[in-house]
């Protein structure tokens, strides 16, 4: 290489490092603007004005009333407060939790919602996540708690007995995909049966819609047969730590039957997990016992119907890291059962909700296309336990624990 051009190649690099330096020299503020003047644009304005003036706004707004709020934000401000530094005044408790409550109501993107909450996305980013980890560690132990003991089981019993009429039901359970886009280079391992990416939430509600048990993070992946399988309940149930109680007869009643869970056909049939006689041609017998056990597991299918309604983000393919997801699902589901217990107005009551007598398993409030069904599959042949146990439970039903409507909602009557 001649001399000269060497001089060039020297020169040029020179210009090059000068301009780097110059372009960091020149480098926005660490801040925009706008985000620095948080009092003036953020959403917190506006909630303190619906707050006093139209409160039926601010519900839909933050998916509760404002006396819920404020004790939603008592619970969480030991742990959601930070300390105000001398470079700037640390965002407070109250924009944390409005933030991620706004995120969980209408799924929008951390790029989207900054500019209604002014906080960046970077911000954001942190803010939710730990938002989310103060929930669940906060809440979790006294509104999502599973039953550890027999009596905690015999209470749960006696509420689905008393209010829709199936003995010894200790939950009814289901599991639902989660939409979510695909992490990086992970090819089709979130990939299910409907051709989308998910994650799996397995769930059991109790007779007054919340849920008593949350498992999320299985991938969509894995065949729905296979998704109780992998959980912990299942376990559990499998080697019998779940203190579950022992076979015992019905009140008032000299019929003896087991405790049992209620599911469909995407679960196998056990002697503790009762899903419907499978098939068109049913007696009438069977078709009754098939609508008094739809009646109990419809509850978890409302369960989730009004946690999609409530929370939009399941209604959007959620673009966060799967932990985060796992975080997020278990968090909303926490707040459901918060807001049951809490916010009187959380559920409409005019939707059959409350509606014991009438006999209706739809209640209007269903996940619809937002969160996918397991797929059902065939078990193989069932457990010849499992199928006397059914069959004593479609006795019971078609005899001393009839109900009035159950000939009415199966179209039976030609058959009385």
């Known amino acids: 290489m001649s001399e000269e051009r060497r001089r060039m190649l020297l020169a040029l690099a020179a210009v090059c490092i000068y301009d780097k330096e ?20 953020s959403h917190i304005n506006l909630i303190a004005e619906l707050a ?5 706004d601010f519900r ?75 929930i669940i560690a906060t809440l979790q132990e006294e509104y999502l708690k599973f039953p ?38 992970s090819g089709s391992y979130y990939f299910n049966y409907k051709k989308d990416f998910s994650v799996v939430l397995l769930a059991i509600a109790n007779a007054n819609y919340e849920f008593i048990m949350v498992d999320i993070g299985i991938n969509g992946r894995i065949s729905d047969g ?68 739809s009646r109990a597991r419809r509850i978890i299918e409302n369960v989730f119907g009004i946690l999609v309604n409530r929370f939009r983000i399941f209604k959007t393919s959620i673009n966060l890291d799967v932990k985060t997801i796992d975080k997020i699902v278990m968090a909303a589901c926490i707040l459901h059962n918060f807001l049951r217990r809490n916010c009187n107005q959380y559920i409409r009551v005019g939707v059959d909700i409350e509606n014991l007598e009438d006999g209706n398993i739809s209640t209007g409030y269903r996940a619809n296309n937002e969160l996918l069904d397991l797929q059902i599959t065939n078990q193989g042949q069932s457990q010849t336990m499992a199928r006397y146990v059914r069959d004593q439970y479609m006795q019971y039903f078609n005899n001393e624990g009839s109900v009035l409507w159950q000939n009415r909602f199966t179209n039976l009557n030609t058959f009385i």
């Open 22 to 41: 110059r372009e960091k020299k020149n480098r926005r503020c660490w801040a925009k603007k706008w985000l620095l003047q948080r009092p003036r644009y």
């Open 52 to 56: 006093l003036q139209e409160p039926n």
């Open 60 to 134: 839909n707004y933050l998916r509760m009333d404002s006396c819920t709020y404020q004790q939603l934000l008592s619970l969480l401000e030991p742990m959601l407060t930070k300390q105000d530094t001398c470079m700037r005044k640390a965002i407070t408790a109250h924009e944390r939790l409005s933030a991620t409550l706004r995120f969980l109501a209408t799924g929008r993107s951390y790029e989207d919602l900054q500019y209604s909450v002014a906080i960046s996305k970077q911000s954001l980013s942190k803010i939710i996540p730990e938002t989310c980890d103060a």
């Open 148 to 185: 550890e003991t027999e009596e905690e089981w015999l209470d749960v019993a006696k509420r689905f007995e008393e209010r829709w009429q199936f003995p010894h039901c200790l939950g009814a359970i289901d599991g639902k995909h989660v939409k979510i886009v695909p992490p990086a280079n």
């Open 226 to 293: 296979g998704v109780i399988n992998r959980s912990i309940f299942y376990e559990k149930l499998n080697t019998g730590s779940l203190n579950i109680p022992r076979v015992a007869r019905i009140m008032n009643s000299e019929t003896v039957l087991p405790y049992v869970f209620v599911g469909d056909d995407a679960f196998s049939l056990r002697p503790d997990l009762m899903k419907p006689y499978p098939g068109p041609y049913l007696s009438p017998q069977q078709r009754i016992f098939n609508y008094r056990l």
